[in-house]
C-alpha cells in the first residue's frame, strides 16, 4: 500500500505533462455573462444563467508550435511589401515559438523524470530518493497552473473550482510528504546499483586528489599552451562553423544537435549498463535502470552549474 502512495506522484506528474503538451484540456469560463442581439435597431441585454462550462480539448504545446511554425513561414514567403508592422508581426511570433520550444522541453523533461522517479523506485536503486525528492519538487509547480485556472471556476461552477482547488492542494501536499519520505531514506544501504554509486565517489575522490596535488611552474604553463591551443582550435575548426550552421541552416543544426544529444546520451547509457549492470535484473531493467541514472547525473550536473554561475554572479555583483 505505501509503495502505490510512492508510485501515484510521477503517474499523475506524468499524465499532466502529457496533457499540456499534447492536449491542454480547459473547463472554458464565458467569456461574457451577457448575450448581445440587435433586434430591430435596439439593444437587448439577455443574462445568461446556469450556464454550462464545456470541457474544450484545446492545442496543446506542440500543436500550438506547429500552428505558429506555419504562420511565421506563411509571413515570410507572402509577397507583400515589407514594413516595419510585418517585421514586428514576425518577430513577436518567432519569440512565441522560441517560448513555447522551451516550455515543451521542459514539460518533456519533467515527464521523463517521472518515468526515471518510477523506474528508480521500482528497481530500489540507490538514486531512487534523489529522483523522487525532485520530482516531488517539480510536480508542485506543476499543480500551480492547474489550482490557479481551478480557482477562476469559483465564480461560475463554485463546486468545480472548490474541488479542483482541493484536489491539487492536497496534491501539493502530498507531493511535500513525498519529500519527506524519500529523505528519510537517503541513509540506507539497503539500495541496489551501489557499482554506479562506488564509480562515482571514486571519479570524484580522484578529482579531489588531483586538485590537491602540488602543480609545478613547467606543467602549469604546458597546460595552460594546451588549453590556449585548443581554444584557438576549436573556435575557428568547430564553433565558427556551427555558428554559420545555425545562423544559416537553424532546421538543419537543430536536428543536428537533437542527434548528437542521443548519441551522447546512448554512449554513456551503454557505459552505465556495463558498470552497474545488477545480476538479480533483467537486461531490460538494467538499461532502464542506466537511463534513470543518466537523468540523475543529468539533474546533478545542471544544479551544480546553476548554483556555479549563481555564486559567480553574485559575487561579480558585490564586486563591482
Known sequence: MKKILFILLPFVTFLLTIEMMFLDIQLQKPFDPYKFSLEEGSTTLKEEKNTPIPMQIGKGIFQKIS???????????TNSPSDGKVEKTISKIERVILSLK????????????????FISM?????????????????????FMPYMSESSRLIE?????????VLFFLSSSVYAIWIFRKFGKLKKQDNFTYQALYHASKSEEENLTKQENDPISFITFAFHFSVIIFSGILIGNFLYIPLFSLQKNFSAQFGILLIVLFFGLSLFYIKNYYTIGKEIGYSKFQNILASIAFLQFRFIKNILFTVLSLTGVIFFITLLF
Open 102 to 117: 522551451i516550455a515543451f522541453f521542459i514539460n518533456l523533461f519533467l515527464a521523463a523524470l517521472s518515468i526515471c522517479a
Open 122 to 142: 521500482n528497481l530500489e536503486a540507490y538514486f531512487s530518493p534523489f529522483l523522487n525528492r525532485f520530482q516531488a519538487i517539480s510536480s508542485i509547480f506543476i
Open 67 to 77: 500552428f505558429f511554425s506555419e504562420l511565421h513561414r506563411a509571413l515570410k514567403d
Open 156 to 164: 461560475t461552477k463554485p463546486i468545480l473550482g472548490i474541488l479542483g
